[in-house]
């Protein structure tokens, strides 16, 4: 595990076999929130929430019995940050092939912040159709919410300052899975 250049790493707030657990954890909330799973689909944010809908879609699987759609959502082109960004963007693909017509949708992503990231998420899915309803599951909520977004599912709650960051590491995209807390090395305390 690297932390990124001008961090250092504060804690380690979930390794491979909690992050495992608090999933398991999400995946049983969402069945009793949804009554047997009918109409149920994951859509993972990419880079790491598609990683985390996946596990998830494949825990409820084992319990349901049946496949349950799964979709991954960029969402590059819907940020209201993107004049911000690299003057040409890099555009990931989105990949939900089934209607999300009266889906019952869990949109799943690593951590949550500003809410922002839901917000471009949620436009994207509405210019693909119209679910049934659109729940939130997020492994991390780090609050400092600037819109009115709350998850519906959230595997941990971790208050942080500004000066703070959480990463979310996945064995897909990373080698390990963990979960840390970071803080600007500038930071004063």
Known sequence: ??????YKLKKVLMDGESMDRTLTRMVH???ERSKGG??????GIRRRGDVLAARMAQKLEKVVGRQIPLGELDITLYRDDLSL?????????TEIL???????LVLVDDVIFTGRTIRAAL???MDLGRPK???LAVLVDRGHRELPIQPDYVGRVVPTSHSENVLVLLREVDGEDKVILVEAEDAQG
């Open 85 to 93: 960004l690299d003057f040409q963007p890099r555009v990931g693909k």
């Open 98 to 104: 089934f209607s999300i017509e009266g889906k019952r």
């Open 123 to 125: 436009d994207a899915l």
């Open 38 to 43: 009918e109409d149920l689909a994951f859509v």
């Open 29 to 31: 909330e969402v069945l």
């Open 133 to 135: 309803s659109i729940q």
């Open 1 to 6: 595990m690297e932390v990124p250049r001008g």
